[in-house]
């Protein structure tokens, strides 16, 4: 589990780059909408571990029926992000579970990169899960550089939230990148 410092300044993160809406071209409605759900994913991943079903469905509904209403989208670009995100991360898993016997991600990582690729499309998955590794290695090496010395390779074995990650850059690429 993440120590409740750690869970704070995570959460704190992502609240604080919830006012950049209003500086995003997007409407502000759904930026809203789409916020409210990537953060109620943060706040349970951090704190569980797990990305609950109804939210991950809940995300990709909502996104298909904005992208289905505007026509500005390619419905048929969302629907391959749809499904690269649901496809990738079992796959990877697949072969890490081969290589470490053990499961590495977790199911509802697909489901929540899926719902991220109906909201953004395909284009927008190799920049999100370029930034969404990125911050979950700095959160990474900042929990393990700040906790006791004598725990430091227990914490290199403690599994990693990365669904907030995902949140996180799902919700700036949104907001400053659209495809």
């Known amino acids: 589990m993440v ?98 016997r053990r499961d590495g991600i977790g199911l509802g990582d697909a489901k929540l990169l899926a719902g991220l690729g109906l909201w953004l499309g395909w284009q927008a998955l190799p920049p999100l899960l370029l930034m969404a590794s990125i911050s979950g290695l700095i959160f990474a090496f900042v929990k393990y550089l700040s906790g006791p010395k004598e725990s430091k390779s227990d914490s290199l074995a403690q599994p990693l939230p990365f669904g907030a990650f995902l949140c996180l850059a799902g919700w700036l690429i949104w907001l400053f990148f659209p495809f």
């Open 3 to 100: 120590t409740t410092s750690f869970y704070y300044g995570a959460v704190a993160i992502f609240v604080a780059t919830g006012w950049l809406a209003i500086l995003s071209s997007q409407p502000l409605l759904v930026s809203g909408i789409f916020y409210l759900n990537l953060f109620a994913l943060t706040l349970y991943d951090l704190r569980y571990f797990r990305l609950p079903n109804l939210l991950t469905a809940t995300l990709a509904i909502v996104g298909a029926v904005f992208v289905w209403l505007n026509p500005q989208y390619s419905f048929v670009d969302h629907l391959i992000g749809a499904a690269i995100g649901l496809l990738l991360f079992p796959t990877l898993n697949w072969f890490y579970r081969r290589y470490r």
